[in-house]
């Protein structure tokens, strides 16, 4: 019987086929597919972040981010949610934790809840009370719903300034004159700086920056509102230094005053 010629060379026949399968699985590996679209960079976080007491308030505000992680425009921004932690002042850690509670959701195209003053928002949070502090986590949210890099910030509630206790205004020739009472005492510890400023039209909204850039430092003040014939209203308050802290009052009671015109 004829043995079969085949049988020496099968061996070697099956080293080649698994050698070429080898070869034909690396070159699937790096063979280049459909090119995939990269994602979106993601807003960096916002900047200047900031928590000022304003009576038993917080306000909370941050400069708009601009820029993408990547440092492209942040076009694809669309607002930012804002996330709070309520922690005891005295034993709390207020970074031992993050924010979890979404208390804001901020529209860049309609703010509210936020008022925004330029580059700015303003958010106030009027839930705080004595003996708790609040922590924040500010997060930029794109058109798509993706959170980019948050910013986060914490203060604890201090017992605030009084008011002035009275405020009056006194029109005048496309002016006001304004003048307040000084509040009588303030709490030890507590370093007068001056008086803060707001004013609004008759059927406005108070804006949550005052009208002076630095304290007034006297009681008084003239304001040149520049339009006769318009009812100007205004509240005043007390700022003063406590420790590394700024603390401003609750606002006086309101005063309104409409500029003449001379004829």
């Known amino acids: 019987m004829k043995s079969s010629s085949l049988g020496p060379r099968a061996p070697r026949l099956a080293r080649l086929a698994l050698l070429l399968l080898t070869i034909a699985i690396l ?41 993408n992680q990547d440092g492209a425009p942040a076009e694809d921004l669309l607002g930012f949610h804002v996330y709070r932690l309520i922690y005891p002042a005295a034993d709390g850690c207020p970074t031992c934790r993050d924010p979890e509670e979404l208390v804001a959701a901020i529209d860049l195209r309609h703010p509210e809840p936020a008022v925004r003053l330029g580059k700015r928002l303003y958010w106030r949070d009027a839930a705080v009370a004595p003996g708790t502090g609040h922590a924040y986590l500010i997060v930029p949210v794109t058109i798509g719903g993706r959170e980019g890099a948050g910013a986060s910030l914490f203060r604890a509630w201090q017992a605030p300034p009084p008011p002035p206790a009275t405020l009056l205004a006194e029109a005048g020739d496309r002016q006001v004159r304004l003048s307040w009472t000084p509040p009588a005492a303030l709490p030890a510890g507590q370093l007068l700086l001056g008086y803060n400023l707001y004013r609004r039209p008759a059927a406005g909204t108070f804006a949550p920056v005052a009208l002076n850039a630095e304290p007034l430092r006297e009681p008084r003040l003239t304001d040149l509102v520049g339009e006769a014939g318009r009812e100007a209203v205004y509240r005043v308050t007390t700022l003063v230094r406590s420790g590394d802290l700024l603390l401003e009052s609750a606002p006086s009671p309101e005063a309104a005053a409409t500029p003449q015109g001379t004829r």
Do not use: N, Y
């Not at 200047?48 to 601009?66: A, H, K």
């Open 27 to 67: 070159a699937a590996c790096g063979r280049k597919g459909p090119v995939q679209p990269r994602l979106a960079a993601l807003p960096a976080a916002p900047v200047d972040v900031r928590i000022v007491q304003q009576g038993d308030d917080f306000l909370v505000s941050w400069t708009i981010p601009e820029l």
